[in-house]
């Protein structure tokens, strides 16, 4: 085929693409717009969009189009998505970017979708999210003027094709080369990388993550940090994660991403999900709380969980990607779907691949695995209606059509890792308590065997980028759960204190890790960079604040700013500064040994009770009230070598400097960020 017949043949696929493209603007005619406004009064969290208007509750509703009338700022906001669309098209016809031209955020924003684009500085107000377009009849004005840039494009795609062909073109792969990826392959190439999840120890140790069809797979799972601008080279030497990276080379074998994220940048996004992959966003809901599921783009579908009386915060952040391989990648984050999550602050991520299983199994309604919880938590995020949604429009032969099918079709007998959630909502007995929270830590846990053995101690070093309002009473139930403790022995224990007289934990068992204002002060983007870390000069400066359990949280990698959440607990020998959970009399202990010599939890919760969940009421009648959807994953630490294991997996110096009282203090937004 010569170039101009090339040319002429692109050209007319194109027509018809953007005829497609109209033709589904119009069936979107009828949506509800979604309006967010940004506030500051989200208490010990991040601030959380408000959704002003009223959206259906579960799924989309046709209104007469009398009532469909949009406001300047909604049809503002179509032309930005349509330019945002476009945008990303023209820039995955010239190539892939490497440069970096937003500038660092002052504040973490957070939007269901954000039209600014790559240039423009996510501290501006958000522009409103809305349905698509409303047009009666495809535009020509529009197709014409697309087809005419698109040719342009071709031409120099076509020159550029021909400038740099090869003499001897590669051979294409082959179609049993993209089957073997589909299996897990017999023998594991060993290469310099992250930190592995081996079953055998689950200890940090070489990467063993493999290769097929140039695609670099992780059987067994594999935690790093993302990449950063930032870091220093001298102190950056370890293999990190880029979103696109985790998506893949080839685009075109991904079948459907399922995503979950409180902040998002829809422009970004869009230029690294691949064109016409259906796509499930899970993001924050509105100011009422209800439960949603709306189309916002073509072949995209956001679903909102539910939050009693508008409450809380969707804080999980995820992604699936189904493959046309058979294969399913996981990735478990501390980082929002922005682009300054994963290049001007640090974050980590875990990613595991899991194969097709050769035969269904059957659906086991009382399974506790890992990919029974995670279906539990799809459930909770109002992710079924959003399936059905793809399924009864545009995208029949999705590779995932029910929420069950997660398990009994894919094969996760390589996971080693525990999921550890947080669900919003209030729960009641012992058999719900267990399900959400800390008291879910404390059962990932105790499944895992890494209690804390009896003659040894738990140290916690607590990490995070938000800091709560924290009773000693809290202190003392988290402390408890991450021991691995009964419900029943830490009520026991409560009990036998003096009212209004628990002690906090000593510094030297429980660290909580926060920057100073000297670290931010010292780090390489300054006090504009610490947008996304928050403490209250009012939760400082409180009487009772443990103030004592301050230690400054310095990056590995050098002046960095970390918006990882990690809690790390290692088994200690007693000394005269115990933990003060104790055991009562006739509790079960834990075995005076352990195969393993603590834990490491990496997710998206951080150090607060909107996060961890707050305990009440009586062993016979316990009750867990959590403010927060969140997402992260518990990895044991091996019984020897703990602490060097511990230090490898951590992304902070240890051991960390603790705060000089009346000399060092947090740093705090509301203090410092107004005296820029």
Known sequence: MDEDAELQLALEMSRQEEEERQRRLQVQKNKQPEHIVLTDSEPEEIERPILQAKPPRHKTSSRAPGRNRQSPQDRQLEKDLEKARDTSATQRAA???TSYTRPHPTRERSSS?????????????????????????????TVSSFLA???????????????????????????????EEGAPPAKRAKAEGGVSIVPTSHAPAQN???????????????IRQTANRHALPSKDLKPVWRLSEILGQRHDQIKLIIFASYSNDIDWILRIFPENVPVIFIGQPGENGNATVHNILPNWVKATPFLANGRGCMHMKFMLVFYSTGRLRIMVSTANFVDYDWRDIENTAWVQDFPLRSKPIEHDPKADDFPAQFQHVLSKLNFAPAIQSHLKGDHPQLPLRAITELRTRWDWSKVTVKLVVSLAGKYQGVREVV???????????????????EGKELALECQGSSIGTYSAAWLN????????????????WKNQQPRGKIPIPPASRLKILFPSLRTVDESVLKRPGGGTMFCREKQWEAKTFPKQLFHDSKSKRGGVLMHSKMVL???????????????SKGAKSSSSTSAFGGWCYIGSHNFTPSAWGNLSGSADS????????????LVPLPAEDTEKAASELVCWERPAPAYRLGVDEPWMQDKYMLAL
């Open 477 to 492: 139930e988290f402390v408890s759960s991450a021991k691995g403790q009964s419900l029943s022995r830490w009520f026991s």
């Open 622 to 633: 316990p009750i867990m009230n959590v403010t927060n959807y969140e997402m992260g994953i």
């Open 569 to 583: 607990g290692t088994f200690v020998d007693k000394g005269k500064n115990a933990l003060l959970v104790s055991p």
């Open 435 to 453: 399900k959400s929270g800390h008291t879910n830590l404390a059962t990932a846990i105790r499944e895992v065997g890494a209690m804390c053995p």
């Open 149 to 179: 840039d698109r040719a342009k494009m071709e031409r120099e795609r076509l020159a550029r094709q021909k400038r740099l062909r090869p003499q001897a073109q590669q051979p294409e792969e082959t179609e049993s080369e993209e089957e």
């Open 113 to 141: 979708v954000s039209s600014t684009s790559s240039t423009t500085g996510p501290s501006k107000m958000a522009r409103p999210e809305v349905g698509l377009p409303t047009a009666s009849k495809p535009n020509t004005g």
């Open 208 to 222: 063993h993550s493999v290769t097929s069809s140039s695609e670099p797979l992780f059987w067994e799972g594999e």
């Open 95 to 97: 190539g892939p970017s």
